[in-house]
């Protein structure tokens, strides 16, 4: 199920449902970003946010809602800016880099507390395979546990968004902008962030003490590099892993 999270009152509502502090081993929170060439050269325009325990994915309208979605306060005074900002409060990203450097670039967030479920996957395939990184989607198809009627949704989903969205298809970023948001769009930013909880539990598993160090590592130093003057949102070094 989804909601969209388009007025300071609605936002406030969420950000009450959200624990001040960890409560489980999992992330608190799984968030992804879209909108046009994400990064400090395009836009922000909707974040999505799904709350550890929950069947409810919010889509946060940045287009909408602008700086005050970072700045709206709940009861205690929190705001979706400092609690992005918090490290006592976990949040995972797959592929953190380019959400980083827009978040900063963009509206001031500093990300701290984050899991990259990239460098997770990364870190938890046996062997020394760990050159190449792999994408979202094919995490998705690989590892996570759907039924065949689910699969098949989720891949008709991937098309349909992508359709709608992707230039090599026909589409346009520029799709992400439109208000009221399409369905077909509602439903791709839905389904991907609704698996990462599930990417999340199988990668970390298989991972060891001394990768899961390495991962917390290697995702600071990619938010922090996202932060950098010099970084290079695209282009083919994004292929390759830390290790």
């Not at 005050?68 to 709940?74: C, G, V």
């Not at 827009?102 to 701290?112: D, E, R, V, Y």
């Not at 590892?143 to 989903?157: I, N, Q, Y």
């Amino acid at each position: 199920m989804s909601r969209i999270v388009n007025s300071p009152r609605i936002l406030a509502e969420l950000l009450n449902r959200i624990p001040t502090t960890d409560t489980t081993a999992a992330p608190t929170l799984y968030l992804d970003i879209e909108g046009t060439k994400t990064s400090r050269h395009g836009t922000i325009s909707i974040i999505e946010l799904l709350i550890q325990g929950s069947s409810h994915v919010y889509l946060i309208d940045i287009l909408t809602l602008g700086a005050t979605a970072f700045t709206t306060p709940d009861r205690i005074g929190r705001t979706f800016g400092t609690i992005l900002q918090s490290a006592t409060l976990t949040k995972a990203f797959f592929n953190v880099r380019n959400d980083s450097d827009a978040l900063f670039a963009l509206h001031g967030i500093k990300l701290q507390g984050i899991v990259d479920i990239q460098l997770l996957e990364l870190a938890a395939r046996p062997g020394n395979n760990k050159c190449y990184l792999k994408g979202l989607a094919k995490c998705i198809e690989l590892h996570c546990p759907m039924s065949r009627l689910e699969r098949a949704d989720w891949v008709v989903t991937k098309i349909a968004g992508k359709r709608l969205f992707h230039p090599e298809s026909g589409g346009s970023y520029t799709v992400f902008d439109e208000r009221p948001l399409r369905s077909e769009i509602v439903k791709y930013c839905v389904q991907d962030v609704a698996r990462l909880p599930d990417l999340w539990r199988v990668f970390e598993a298989g991972v060891s003490r001394e990768w899961r160090s390495r991962v917390v590592d290697a995702t600071r130093a990619r938010v922090a590099e996202a932060q950098s003057q010099g970084y290079v949102p695209n282009g083919p070094h994004k292929c390759f892993g830390p290790w």
